[in-house]
Nanobody, 117 residues
Framework: QVQLVESGGGLVQPGGSLRLSCAASGSTFNRYAMGWYRQAPGRQRELVATITSSASTNYAASVKGRFTISRDNAKNTVYLQMNSLKPEDTAVYYC???????????WGQGTQVTVSS
């Protein structure tokens, strides 16, 4: 069982940047592929980016080139650097852990990101 705690959300102007962090505890971090998802009001939760235990990454087309996912296995933390933010990036962002063998999914509580002038 892994527990996930996100931080770093907030209000930012269009074109600005934020870095989200997700600290994991309770299990072996490098046994999980990690990801960030987001959910805007009235919309389904969608994948933003994922990173495997060997640091291979995948991005949604809408964020490719603007967002960067990374992980620090020594700190049990995954990050999402978000640059050139747009109003349509406004959502609650959730951290996800996907166990490499069982594929049991774990979720954080979410952190709000609001992009507005």
């Amino acid at each position: 069982q892994v527990q996930l705690v996100e931080s770093g959300g907030g209000l930012v102007q269009p074109g600005g940047s934020l870095r989200l962090s997700c600290a994991a505890s309770g299990s072996t971090f490098n046994r999980y592929a990690m990801g960030w998802y987001r959910q805007a009001p009235g919309r389904q939760r969608e994948l933003v980016a994922t990173i495997t235990s060997s640091a291979s990454t995948n991005y949604a087309a809408s964020v490719k080139g603007r967002f960067t996912i990374s992980r620090d296995n020594a700190k049990n933390t995954v990050y999402l650097q978000m640059n050139s933010l747009k109003p349509e990036d406004t959502a609650v962002y959730y951290c996800n852990a996907d166990h490499l063998v069982s594929h049991r999914m774990h979720w954080g509580q979410g952190t709000q990101v609001t992009v507005s002038s």
